[in-house]
DNA sequence: TTATGTGCAAAACATTTGCAGGAGT
DNA sequence: ACTCCTGCAAATGTTTTGCACATAA
C-alpha cells in the first residue's frame, strides 16, 4: 500500500517533489503546477494531479484535506495539524503536540476502524489581521 | 453577522431546514436537494445551495468542512467533531468531549487569531468494514 | 408595493480521464 | 522492446451566478 516501487523517476516527478520540497507553505495542485511550469514549461496540469496524488498514496507527500475548496500537498509527512485562514485561505503548520491519545477516546463512542485524525484549526492569519485593522481597509 | 433578521421565511426554506432536521446523516448539497424535492418537485439546485449557504451563515446549521469531494450540511450546531469512511464516504457524528483547551494550545504556537478548530476522525465504517471482511467482497 | 427570493440555464472552477505519442528501464 | 508516463483536450462533478419572473412582508 505505501510502496514506490513501480514509480518511475521522470523529470516531471522529480521538479514537482523538489518544488514541493522548496516552501513551507501548502500549496494547491494549480500552485504547483505554477511552480513546476516555471521549469518544465510544457508539463500538463494533469500530470500534475496524477503525480501529486500517486505520491501522496505512496506516502511521499501529504495531501491535506482541509476545508476550502482545493486540496493541498505538503512536503512535511511527520503527522502535525494546521490552521487555516478565513480571509485568504493561507494554511500553515500548527507545532502543537500530536494527540496520540484521542482516536482511542474516539473509538470508544463509535463503531469505525478508527485509523486516523487531523485538526484544522481557523482563525485571521497575522497579514489578514494587519489589514483588517488598517484604516485603508475600507 | 448571525442575524436571520432579513431572511423572509420562504416555502422552501422551511421545507430544507426540515429535510435536514429528519436525518442524522450530514447530508452533502445534491442529497438535500433530492431529499426536498420529494416535496417541492421544482425547487433548483441553486436555491438549494444559496439557502443552505446562508442559513450556515447565519449559524442556523453547519456547513461541515471535511474531506472528500462535496462539502455537506448538519442541523445540529452544537459543537461536536466529525469521523468519515474512507470507503463510502459517509460522516457521522463522535459524541467525545470537546477540547476547549486546545485552542490555547495552538495559539501559543501561532500568531494567527484563532477562532476555532475541528477534529476530523478517519476510518472505516460498520458496513464498509462488514463488505472487506465478506469473502463475497472479491 | 417592493425588496428579496426562485427557477432555470449557463458559467466558473476543480479534478479526472482517454488516447496517441514519448521516455525510462 | 515493452511498459509506464506525459501532454493535450475533452469530460465530469461541484458550486456559483445572471436574469426574468414570483412572492413574502
Chains 1, 2 share one sequence.
Not at 522548496?22 to 514549461?41: F, G, I
Amino acid at each position: 500500500m505505501e510502496s514506490t516501487a513501480n514509480m518511475r523517476l521522470t523529470t516531471q516527478r522529480q521538479v514537482i517533489l523538489e518544488e514541493l520540497a522548496k516552501v513551507t507553505s501548502h500549496p494547491t495542485a494549480n500552485e504547483v503546477y505554477d511552480m513546476v511550469r516555471r521549469r518544465l514549461p510544457r508539463i500538463g496540469l494533469g500530470t500534475v494531479y496524477r503525480n501529486l496524488d500517486l505520491m501522496a498514496e505512496s506516502g511521499m507527500i501529504l495531501k491535506i484535506e482541509v476545508g476550502g475548496t482545493q486540496k493541498r500537498f505538503d512536503a512535511t509527512t511527520s503527522p502535525h495539524y494546521h490552521i487555516r485562514c478565513l480571509e485568504c485561505g493561507r494554511v500553515n503548520d500548527i507545532d502543537m503536540d500530536f494527540q496520540t491519545d484521542i482516536n482511542t477516546a474516539a473509538a470508544n463512542e463509535s463503531h469505525y476502524q478508527i485509523y486516523s485524525h487531523h485538526i484544522e484549526f481557523t482563525g485571521v492569519c497575522p497579514t489578514c489581521t494587519k489589514k483588517a485593522d488598517s484604516p485603508l481597509s475600507n
